[in-house]
Each structure stands twice: as structure tokens, then as C-alpha cells.
């Protein structure tokens, strides 16, 4: 009995399959732009929501309300992480919104998993120590304990240093042509809140962590009476970089009564001049780190390729 397959059924399986995975990878960029679009939207029209149900609270003079929570559990988070902590709560608050964490819980949970880390390393800690089976004096164990208690400290803030650090690179690398677009609507005649709510749907396919923050703020400034409140909550949540500069600008335009459009041309020249600089920067750096890498693997290849063919040489004429 022949189980055998023939060479056309093969072609045709094969054909069949080359053509789904052609599908599928011209399917799924399209498939990810809507996937990035529909997020966009969602945090845009929870913020609305929570920024109308606040209005209606008469609760805008608190702590900003974030997207997963009413604004009455938002300000009980806020007031619990003050009276635990303070001011030093308020700036863990501010770390968790430029990482993009807006539960306002965040801000206790991070404190309370700095006091618990500690304790778990230094529990692990003692139990490879106990398990080692060798015996160490007094001094290198408090050592031990001490690393490790620190580093179950340091772990939170570094977790969200670099949330904070990627956040704002792909916001600094957006930014500039983003705030090109703006400077063109605005020049057409186009409201502020309009011209940040329409950029912030032209960049969500390349940057949804630019579209939201400027979706959060186009929300803000069409719901608050406090046009300067909603910019200097979106300074604080981008945290650095020509994004908080260019919140920074508005403000003093504002204030002064100065133009929009100017102020946001003087931005656009300082943030082109800001990436050339970053870009000539890291050009520099390049040589110093191509150092290494030179040295470990192309100079021996080249010492190899360049002496080989004479220590064979050599060898031969040995032999003989």
C-alpha cells in the first residue's frame, strides 16, 4: 500500500502556506495600527469620563483622577499615600505617572513593596547562607544581609526609572514632528484643544505613549476651566525632555500674552537643534565603544587571515 504523497499535492501545501504567511505578515501591521488607535481612544475616552463624573463631584481641586477609578477612589488613594508619607508620597506619585502607571494606588503599592523587598532578599539570603553549609564570621553576614536588603530597596525604583527612561525617549523622539504638526494647524486657524486632540490621533500609530499624554491633555483643556492647570499636570506627567518644555512654553505664552504659533516655532528650532545635538552626541560616543569589540574579534581574525598563510608556510618548509 503506497502512502506516498505526490510532488503536486506538496507544491500546492506549500503554495497555500507561503501565501497564508504572505497574508499574515501584509495583515498584521493594520491589524496593530487599530490595535494602537483603539488604546488610544480608550484611555482618551476613560479620562473624559473620569474628568465629567469629577465635574460633577465638584471634586477638580484634588488629586488629578485617573482612568481606572472613580474620583472618589482616586482622591482615598491620594489621602491614604499622603498620610503615610507626605511629600515623598507626591513624588513617588509623580514617577508613577511619567512611567505611565495612573492607578493612583501605585504610588502605596511602590512604598510598601520597598519595605517588603528588603525583608523577602534578606530571607533568601539567610537561606542560601544556611544551606552553604560554611562557615562565615558575623561581619560577612551582616554584609550579605545588608546587599541584600538593599538591593530588594533599590529593585522598585529602578524597575520604574526605566519604565520612566523609555517613556520618555520615545516621547523626545516623536515630539519634535509632532509639535511641526501642531505649529501647522494652529497657524491654519485651529483651537489649541483641537489642534492636540487631532496630532494626538495622527502619532498614535507611531508613538502611543505621545498620543496618550496629549489625548489625556486635549481632555483636560476642553474639560477644565484652567487651561494652566491641564498644562502643567502634563508637564508633570512627561517628566522631562522638549515635551515639558514645550508645556512650559504654553504657559508663559499665556501668562505674557504672547503668540501660540511663535512660541511654538521658537520650540520647534530649540527641539530640531536638541536632536541634532543628541544625534552628533551619539555619533561621538560610537568610536569609544567600537573599541572593544574591535579588539576582541576583528584583530584577531585579521592577525589570523594575515599570518596564517606564513605559519603554514613555515611549517611545510619545517616538515621538509
Same mark, same amino acid.
Given at each position: 500500500?503506497?502512502?506516498?504523497?505526490?510532488?503536486?499535492?506538496?507544491?500546492?501545501?506549500?503554495?497555500?502556506?507561503?501565501?497564508?504567511?504572505?497574508?499574515?505578515?501584509?495583515?498584521?501591521?493594520?491589524?496593530?495600527?487599530?490595535?494602537?488607535?483603539?488604546?488610544?481612544?480608550?484611555?482618551?475616552?476613560?479620562?473624559?469620563?473620569?474628568?465629567?463624573?469629577?465635574?460633577?463631584?465638584?471634586?477638580?481641586?484634588?488629586?488629578?483622577?485617573?482612568?481606572?477609578?472613580?474620583?472618589?477612589?482616586?482622591?482615598?488613594?491620594?489621602?491614604?499615600?499622603?498620610?503615610?508619607?507626605?511629600?515623598?508620597?507626591?513624588?513617588?506619585?509623580?514617577?508613577?505617572?511619567?512611567?505611565?502607571?495612573?492607578?493612583?494606588?501605585?504610588?502605596?503599592?511602590?512604598?510598601?513593596?520597598?519595605?517588603?523587598?528588603?525583608?523577602?532578599?534578606?530571607?533568601?539570603?539567610?537561606?542560601?547562607?544556611?544551606?552553604?553549609?560554611?562557615?562565615?564570621?558575623?561581619?560577612?553576614?551582616?554584609?550579605?544581609?545588608?546587599?541584600?536588603?538593599?538591593?530588594?530597596?533599590?529593585?522598585?525604583?529602578?524597575?520604574?526609572?526605566?519604565?520612566?527612561?523609555?517613556?520618555?525617549?520615545?516621547?523626545?523622539?516623536?515630539?519634535?514632528?509632532?509639535?511641526?504638526?501642531?505649529?501647522?494647524?494652529?497657524?491654519? %486657524?485651529?483651537?489649541?484643544? /483641537?489642534?492636540?486632540?487631532?496630532? *494626538?490621533? !495622527?502619532?498614535? &500609530?507611531?508613538?502611543?505613549? +505621545? $498620543? =496618550?499624554?496629549?489625548?489625556?491633555?486635549?481632555?483636560?483643556?476642553?474639560?477644565?476651566?484652567?487651561?494652566?492647570?491641564?498644562?502643567?499636570?502634563?508637564?508633570?506627567?512627561?517628566?522631562?525632555?522638549?515635551?515639558?518644555?514645550?508645556?512650559?512654553?504654553?504657559?508663559?505664552?499665556?501668562?505674557? %500674552?504672547?503668540?501660540?504659533? /511663535?512660541?511654538?516655532?521658537?520650540? *520647534?528650532? !530649540?527641539?530640531? &537643534?536638541?536632536?541634532?545635538? +543628541? $544625534? =552628533?552626541?551619539?555619533?561621538?560616543?560610537?568610536?569609544?565603544?567600537?573599541?572593544?569589540?574591535?579588539?576582541?574579534?576583528?584583530?584577531?581574525?585579521?592577525?589570523?587571515?594575515?599570518?596564517?598563510?606564513?605559519?603554514?608556510?613555515?611549517?611545510?618548509?619545517?616538515?621538509?
Amino acid at each position: 500500500m503506497n502512502f506516498g504523497i505526490d510532488n503536486d499535492i506538496l507544491i500546492t501545501i506549500a503554495s497555500a502556506l507561503v501565501a497564508a504567511l504572505s497574508f499574515a505578515a501584509f495583515a498584521l501591521p493594520f491589524l496593530n495600527k487599530t490595535e494602537k488607535k483603539e488604546r488610544y481612544r480608550a484611555v482618551i475616552d476613560k479620562r473624559r469620563k473620569a474628568l465629567f463624573e469629577a465635574t460633577r463631584s465638584g471634586a477638580m481641586n484634588k488629586a488629578p483622577v485617573e482612568e481606572s477609578v472613580s474620583a472618589r477612589e482616586s482622591i482615598a488613594g491620594l489621602y491614604r499615600m499622603q498620610k503615610l508619607a507626605g511629600d515623598m508620597g507626591e513624588k513617588v506619585r509623580d514617577k508613577m505617572l511619567q512611567a505611565g502607571i495612573r492607578n493612583p494606588n501605585a504610588p502605596l503599592k511602590f512604598m510598601i513593596a520597598q519595605v517588603i523587598l528588603p525583608l523577602v532578599f534578606c530571607g533568601i539570603a539567610m537561606f542560601f547562607i544556611t544551606a552553604s553549609g560554611k562557615e562565615l564570621s558575623s561581619g560577612v553576614i551582616l554584609l550579605l544581609l545588608f546587599g541584600a536588603a538593599f538591593a530588594g530597596y533599590k529593585l522598585p525604583g529602578l524597575l520604574v526609572k526605566n519604565m520612566i527612561m523609555k517613556r520618555q525617549e520615545e516621547i523626545n523622539l516623536t515630539f519634535p514632528d509632532s509639535l511641526d504638526m501642531m505649529l501647522i494647524c494652529v497657524q491654519g %486657524g485651529i483651537g489649541l484643544e /483641537q489642534t492636540v486632540d487631532r496630532v *494626538a490621533a !495622527e502619532v498614535a &500609530e507611531h508613538s502611543p505613549t +505621545l $498620543a =496618550e499624554e496629549l489625548g489625556i491633555l486635549s481632555a483636560e483643556m476642553a474639560m477644565l476651566n484652567d487651561r494652566r492647570q491641564a498644562l502643567q499636570d502634563f508637564a508633570r506627567r512627561v517628566g522631562s525632555g522638549g515635551a515639558k518644555s514645550f508645556a512650559t512654553a504654553l504657559i508663559q505664552a499665556e501668562q505674557y %500674552g504672547t503668540s501660540i504659533s /511663535q512660541a511654538m516655532r521658537v520650540m *520647534a528650532d !530649540e527641539l530640531r &537643534e536638541m536632536r541634532m545635538a +543628541l $544625534a =552628533e552626541q551619539k555619533a561621538a560616543a560610537l568610536p569609544p565603544k567600537l573599541t572593544v569589540p574591535m579588539i576582541l574579534f576583528f584583530l584577531p581574525a585579521l592577525f589570523i587571515v594575515i599570518l596564517g598563510p606564513a605559519g603554514i608556510e613555515a611549517s611545510s618548509s619545517g616538515g621538509h
